[in-house]
């Protein structure tokens, strides 16, 4: 004979405190997530433009560099990457009597609309 075993709350499951428990749980988990993967996604924005912006420095400084400098010379150009306006000044002029200092600046807009601007300045011997 099969016999069953019957017994009052022997069911299988979970009950409605426990799943509640869980769910609340797992809301607060999500809550500060949430803002801790928004800001890292931020920053490492932030970051490719700065990647983008030090390319485009770097490109600045060899062009200027490649030419010889007969007297002092400034400007400026912008230049659009990845959806970003890069404005690039530069300066090259004479520091001393076989010195030339190249100066070049990239600037630009984040997100939160902060301008944000990189640098870089090489002396270099001329002949």
């Known amino acids: ?3 069953k075993d019957v017994r009052v709350g022997s069911e299988k499951g979970f009950t409605l405190v426990e799943v509640a428990t869980a769910f609340m749980v797992l809301g607060v988990i999500v809550a500060v997530s949430i803002p801790i993967w928004s800001e890292l996604r931020e920053q490492q924005h932030l970051q490719t433009q700065r990647m983008q912006a030090l390319l485009l420095l770097e490109r600045q400084m060899e062009v200027l560099q490649a030419s010889p400098l007969s007297s ?3 400007g400026f150009t912008r230049e659009q990457a990845d959806g970003i306006d890069f404005t690039i000044h530069w300066e090259q002029q004479h520091a001393g009597s ?3 200092e190249t100066n070049v600046e990239v600037q630009w807009k984040d997100r939160r609309d902060k301008t944000q601007q990189l640098r870089l300045r090489a002396v270099q011997f001329v002949p």
Do not use: R, T
């Open 98 to 100: 076989h010195l030339a």
């Open 72 to 74: 002092p010379q400034e």
């Open 1 to 3: 004979m099969i016999s």
